[in-house]
């Protein structure tokens, strides 16, 4: 079968977006804002259902964002659209509030309906193909666009090709991989309704304590289950109350650019310059910094002096945060991303617990679950072995302690996407096309794919996760905003 598309009456061309998640949604929008894009059809091809991608298709409530209401926005001007469709609807809810993941989905499925309306009222039909694009290659005759592959075995024509996939594959580790067809492994934590399936007397151990693992934390602790969650650091992310565009920026951009990172001094200059950047932010006279960070060694305490902190409004470090993501993306634009990786590496000790911090509400449950008895957080991974009754062995280094837990979440976080540059098509998706460190695909400062080789840039755009290449921090709703405007500028001037 093949299902070439009929042409409309309309300017020009057949868009095929692959993927159709919340940067999707960001990225119609602007198309069908911006009044020299005209597309004839625009064909979404996603398994999912339009609008939940793989963090605000949850329907559970206690699954909140880490980004406050005014950046977890479709677009970036004016007030936050997600505040604005949110009290249209009757939610109290305020420009620092958190809100339940669900909400954003419910949120990115209304404004994808929209697009499609507001699309067709300019004559271009916008349809959905469920499925999941295998590869992408050039036309038969040069010049004439893309071949869209799918795995039903269909095929897409296309003039113009965004990519917008997400990361969806779960980071299983390495000593799980024979084991994925165990009965007591969940791969990863969503759907969520898998967690809550588990019999009240679960003790499931959580492979990681970031952001998937306090999820299956706060999803898990009920009833009378007793939930682990470890990893190498044994370090659950700090705690915030806000994460919003900055109300006085410190010029952390131009500061960076000072920096040299290569520099042995880089680590204490980057230090320096953060300081000075959390006094100018804050919005009163900032507490000493020795009270704004928990030192203890323990999770769960740590965890308490932070959320104390927070409460008692002793965080002026949140009000810097936003703006450091984009210094960071901004300053690292384009650098190889080798350098770039490099760069995050030596970044992470001193931020990454505050870049990717949990809402003071999802610390106060941590904290209670601790208290009471149903969570513990552990430094180490344990050697795992299927136990011959069902559940697992895990064995403790350095002091070789056996335990056994009923299941093994796996929530070490997400790949990159699995978009592949380096086989005869020009894009090949899934794990099987592509190794771990495989580059993500290059694009140029438009987004578009540069493939290896011959260079010129393709009409195909990257944005979200797929457009790591060029962009540092993309796990962010707001960084797809941005992302999507560059795109719908390109495609109208292309
Ligand atoms: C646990 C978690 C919490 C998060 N919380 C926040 C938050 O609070 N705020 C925030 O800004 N960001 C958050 N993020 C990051 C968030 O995922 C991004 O901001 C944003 O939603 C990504 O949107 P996306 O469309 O790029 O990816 P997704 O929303 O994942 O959508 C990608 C879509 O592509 C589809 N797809 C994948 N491969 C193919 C293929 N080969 N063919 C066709 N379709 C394909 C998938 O089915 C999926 O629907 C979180 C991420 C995670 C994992």
């Known amino acids: 079968m093949n299902r070439r598309d009929e042409r409309l009456p309309g300017t020009g061309g057949r868009l095929v977006v692959v993927g159709g998640g919340a940067s999707a949604t960001a990225v119609l929008h602007q198309l069908a804002r911006h009044p020299d894009v005209r597309p004839d059809a625009v064909t979404v091809v996603d398994p999912r259902p339009a609008g939940f991608g793989l963090a605000f298709g949850t329907t559970d409530p206690r699954l909140r964002c880490n980004t406050s209401v005014d950046v977890t926005s479709l677009h970036r001007a004016g007030q936050s659209d997600l505040l604005r469709y949110l009290s249209g609807r009757g939610w109290p809810v305020s420009r620092a509030d958190f809100v339940p993941r669900a909400l954003v989905g419910q949120y990115c499925r209304e404004r994808f309906a929209q697009m499609r309306s507001t699309l067709a009222a300019r004559g271009c039909a916008l349809r959905q193909v469920t499925a999941r694009v295998e590869a992408v290659r050039s036309a038969v005759r040069p010049g004439q666009g893309y071949l869209v592959t799918l795995d039903d075995g269909s095929t897409l024509d296309a003039t113009d090709v965004v990519v917008a996939v997400g990361g969806d594959q779960p980071r299983v580790p390495e000593q799980l991989r024979d084991h994925a067809d165990h009965p007591d492994l969940l791969p990863g934590p969503y759907p969520s309704a898998r967690l809550r399936a588990l019999p009240e007397d679960a003790r499931p151990l959580v492979l990681g304590t970031k952001l998937s693992a306090i999820d299956a934390a706060l999803v898990l602790c009920t009833a009378r289950r007793q939930i682990t969650l470890c990893s190498p650091s044994g370090e659950l992310p700090a705690v915030r109350e806000h994460l919003c565009r900055p109300a006085r920026p410190t010029g952390l951009l131009a500061g960076l650019r000072t920096l040299d990172h290569r520099s042995p001094d880089f680590d204490r200059a980057l230090t320096k310059l953060l300081v000075r950047a959390v006094r100018q932010a804050s919005p009163g006279p900032s507490p000493a ?51 770039r990786d490099r760069l995050l590496a030596r970044f992470r000790p001193l931020i990454a617990r505050h870049i990717s911090a949990i809402p003071v509400s999802s610390a106060r449950s941590l904290a209670q679950h601790g208290l009471a008895g149903r969570l513990t957080v552990r430094r180490g991974t344990p050697v795992l072995a299927p136990a011959p009754g069902g559940g697992w062995h895990a064995r403790w280094h350095p002091e070789g302690r056996a335990e056994h837990y009923t299941q093994v979440v796996a929530a070490s976080g997400y790949r990159p996407p699995a978009v592949c540059t380096h086989g005869p098509d020009l894009l090949a998706f899934g794990t099987a096309a592509c190794s771990a460190d495989c580059a993500p695909p290059p694009t140029d400062a438009h987004l578009r794919l540069t493939p290896p080789g011959d260079g010129g840039p393709e009409r195909i755009w990257m944005v979200g996760a797929a457009g790591g290449a060029r962009t540092a921090i993309v796990n962010y709703l707001w960084t797809a905003a941005a992302q999507a405007e560059v795109v719908a500028r390109t495609l109208a001037a292309a």
């Open 289 to 339: 910094l020795g009270k704004q960070f928990g030192t203890e060694p323990e999770a769960l305490q740590r965890l308490g002096t932070e959320l104390r902190q927070t409460e008692a409004g002793a965080n002026a470090w949140q009000s810097v945060i936003a703006e450091l993501i984009e210094a960071l993306n901004d300053w690292t634009q384009g650098w190889p991303h080798r350098d």
